[in-house]
Nanobody
Framework: VQLVESGGGLVQAGDSLRLSCAAS????????MGWFRQAPGKEREFVAA????????RYANSVKGRFTISRDNAKNTVYLQMNSLKPEDTAVYYC??????????????WGQGTQVAVSS
């Protein structure tokens, strides 16, 4: 499975961005998908995850109510809609795929990341 993120950029506080992660292969719907982020000087942290069918989602407390994860299994793509962005959301955002919905790093495949920068 190859994962390619896109949609990052430089925005102002309060703006919105939508990240996309396109997956290769025919088994996309068999994987749980997650989004993680890593800010400069910090460890990579969980942001959101979505079950294979899309019926179950989980969020980090820091993004709950502002970010929405979704997936389109027909397009082999997972999205992260980010609203009301804050400077502390600045990070490299990674998508990941695995077999269990979890907030830990226990995912099998990772993308290369896309940079999100939020100015105050």
């Amino acid at each position: 499975v190859q994962l390619v993120e896109s949609g990052g950029g430089l925005v102002q506080a309060g703006d919105s961005l939508r990240l996309s992660c396109a997956a290769s292969g025919r088994t996309f719907s068999s994987y749980v998908m997650g989004w993680f982020r890593q800010a400069p000087g910090k460890e990579r942290e969980f942001v959101a995850a979505i079950s294979m069918s899309g019926g179950t989602t989980r969020y980090a407390n820091s993004v709950k109510g502002r970010f929405t994860i979704s997936r389109d299994n027909a397009k082999n793509t997972v999205y992260l809609q980010m609203n009301s962005l804050k400077p502390e959301d600045t990070a490299v955002y990674y998508c990941a795929s695995g077999k269990l919905i979890t907030t830990t790093q226990a995912y099998d495949y990772w993308g290369q990341g896309t940079q999100v920068a939020v100015s105050s």
